[in-house]
């Protein structure tokens, strides 16, 4: 514990630290500046509701937070009262839970027992109007709240201008999720949409140095570029990763705790990959042992991975598995081998722990061997295995 530690400021590694600069991310501010304008011009006569729309880790919560903060404050320059409030569906599950908290952050005394969800809400927005204050209210993971919350108070958030008689226009919202189909089977018109992208291996390096040199995760000189371009270059999207800065950001975290636990004054390439198979076990799992496959074998695994991906069943008669493997070959020039051959590389694949067996009911005409993949999915998983196949394929034409 008194050893030397290449962290200076290891909080800025935090997936809810917010930084000062959001490095990829300029744009989606501009649009959301462009989107929130009305409610600067015209307080109180105008509100706003977007989405944004995007997968985890592509800096949806934290690009809100900041943007938060620079509309409040510029608000505050032109002499409008205006609140900023983030909330978590997950934390604050219900509406009346969330209106407790917002009142709560506005210091707006409130009673938090003995009132219906609609009572709270008229009381907070008679405390906006008596407080001349407007309000930007950014609810996240709000895919969650869909899901769990009765049909009447989604659609009450969603359409309280429509119900409720308020001359003036207190509250706007950000509606922060992964994706629009919840939202599309209880709203009949979509709002401003602001698509988040995942984020390129560019976008990751710019992130991953920011946090190091700008924000001081690190001592001066304590990580090597080599490993921040690892970790960009395993998660960048443009190179077939999840493009996840969450991930990337806790790569680079463990990696710095891999090198302190060693006693190495710098962060290098190796405790990266030593990092990332944790974060990812089933990436380091199948990257140990794809190397040392038969191109087939190889192209078994990817034939599961395109039924899983499109059946979403991830149970698979060894008939079916045939049938597409034979599919994969053709189309790369392969003759498939035969059933008694692929048969064997299923039963070798099993006992290296790639792939998991079971026998098909003694009911069922014709019993089977029913066929699974043993790691999940993801799309560093998938991008190894076609990266394989390509050298594989090139080493042969050579």
């Given amino acids: 514990m008194s050893s030397n530690s290449v962290f200076e400021r290891v909080e800025a590694l935090n997936i809810n630290y917010l930084p000062k600069y959001l490095p990829g991310r300029d744009e989606k501010i501009r649009e959301l500046a462009v989107q929130f304008k009305p409610v600067l011009m015209y307080p109180g006569g105008s509100f706003v509701s977007v989405v944004v729309k995007g997968p985890p880790g592509s800096g949806k919560s934290t690009t ?32 009346y839970l969330m209106l407790i908290e917002t009142a709560r952050q506005l210091k707006a005394n409130i009673p938090n027992r003995g009132l219906s969800t609609q009572e709270v809400f008229k009381l907070l927005y008679d405390y906006l109007e008596k407080k001349n204050i407007n309000l930007v209210l950014a609810v996240d993971e709000f895919d969650y709240f869909l899901a769990t919350n009765p049909l009447d108070d989604v659609q009450f958030l969603l359409r309280y201008y429509d119900e ?96 302190d636990s060693e006693r190495s004054l710098v962060v290098t390439i190796d405790h990266a990959r030593k990092a990332s198979s944790k974060v990812n076990p089933e990436l380091s799992i199948v990257s140990e042992v794809i190397k040392d496959l038969d191109l087939h ?102």
Avoid: W
């Fill in 64 to 95: 809100i937070k900041r943007f938060g903060e620079e509309l409040v404050q510029v608000a505050k320059d032109k002499g409008i009262r205006l609140s900023f409030v983030h909330l978590n569906a997950r934390k604050y599950k219900t509406l």
């Fill in 164 to 259: 409720l008689s308020y001359e003036t226009k207190r509250i706007s919202y950000i509606f922060l999720l992964k994706n629009l189909a919840p939202l599309m089977q209880v709203k009949d018109h979509i709002m401003s949409v602001i698509d988040f992208p995942c984020y390129s291996s560019k976008e990751l390096y710019d992130i991953l140095m920011d946090r190091v040199k700008n924000e001081k995760a690190f001592r001066e000189g304590a990580v090597d570029e080599e490993a921040i371009k690892f970790i960009a270059e395993i998660y960048g999207a443009d190179k077939g990763g999840s493009g996840n800065a969450r991930l990337a950001l806790e790569t680079l975290d463990l990696a710095g705790k891999i090198a």
């Fill in 297 to 398: 074998e190889i192209l078994i695994l990817k034939a599961l991975v395109d039924l899983e991906k499109a059946d979403n069943i991830g149970l698979f008669p060894i008939g079916v598995v045939e049938e597409q493997y034979k599919l994969i070959a053709q189309k790369l020039g392969e003759v498939p081998r035969r059933h008694t051959q692929l048969y064997e590389y299923v039963r070798r694949l099993k006992l290296i722990g790639l792939l998991t067996t079971l026998q098909s009911d003694k009911g069922v005409k014709g019993r089977t061997t029913i066929v699974s993949l043993a790691f999940p999915i993801t799309p560093e998983v998938e991008s190894l295995i076609a990266k394989r196949i390509e050298e594989l394929k090139s080493d042969r034409a050579s």
